[in-house]
């Protein structure tokens, strides 16, 4: 008879199954008391290139708010303000913690059925990873937002062994993230401190010219009227002429 470990001790043994479950429930408790509500925003692809598995477009449509416990709690990782080509650039990075099992039980069924309805598609049919589209964990390049100082951070890695294998099974979503730099996606959540994200770049490609004389200053989100707008375009031998009556713009900075 070949040698084998302890039933009794054995970390993988079936008989630890309540044992598993009690570390689970300290470690949802942990969160739940040290934790932050945060918001996670998964990324849906709108024109994925499967052979290169890139999308030059993206969308985030959705916004969901998850409990975490915020690993980095003596302040941002690896935080420099770096000058760079094309401006300033924030590199600052955190690291959060979400539970494995609330994850599964509350957002997975939701997340598959989300995507399953873009597709059109049963919303129990199981998902192609390689259309981007996974529900049993957080992948790299969704979002999150980070309620503190109003920032959103890119996923860039999922640990799945952190700790590594207590009694031989893993509980938590160990999430490094880092500053998300904005580049042409589309926010839609419903919620405003979310949506400026896309607001705020565009602002600044906006420009008028008051012909008539005045002068004044946006505010934030605010909803202006603009009359008798002359669009020229020169096509070719032809200069095309079109005006446009009470254009309404919201402006964001």
Do not use: W
């Not at 024109?47 to 985030?60: G, P, R, V």
């Not at 959060?96 to 509350?106: D, I, N, P």
């Not at 926010?187 to 008028?208: C, H, K, L, S, V």
């Amino acid at each position: 008879m070949s040698p084998y470990t302890s039933p009794f001790f054995n970390s993988t043994h079936p008989g630890q199954t309540s044992e598993q479950l009690l570390i689970d429930d300290l470690v949802v408790e942990q969160i739940a008391i040290y934790g932050i509500d945060a918001m996670y925003l998964p990324r849906r692809h709108l024109n994925l290139d499967k052979l290169l598995h890139e999308s030059t477009k993206n969308a985030f449509e959705v916004a969901m708010p998850i409990p975490m416990y915020l690993k980095s709690f003596s302040g941002y990782d690896n935080s420099m303000e770096l000058l760079t080509k094309f401006g300033v650039r924030s590199s600052d990075e955190i690291t959060l913690v979400m539970s494995r099992s609330q994850f599964t039980s509350y957002y997975s069924p939701y997340l598959k059925s989300y995507y399953n309805g873009i597709n059109g598609n049963p919303p129990t049919d199981i998902l192609n990873p390689l259309d981007g589209e996974i529900a049993t964990r957080p992948k790299e390049g969704d979002l999150i937002y980070f309620p503190f100082d109003e920032g959103i951070f890119e996923i860039k890695y999922v640990m799945f062994d952190s700790p590594f294998f207590q009694l031989g099974r893993g509980y938590v979503f160990e999430l490094q993230c880092e500053k998300f730099e904005y580049s042409g996606e589309t926010f839609n959540t419903g919620i405003d401190d979310i949506d400026e994200q896309q607001a705020r770049p565009d602002y600044y490609r906006m420009e008028f010219e008051v012909k008539s004389g005045g002068t004044g200053t946006f505010n934030r989100l605010e909803e202006v009227d603009i009359y008798d707008i002359v669009v020229e375009q020169n096509l070719g031998t032809e200069l095309l002429n079109t005006r446009t009556i009470e254009v309404r713009k919201e402006i964001g900075v």
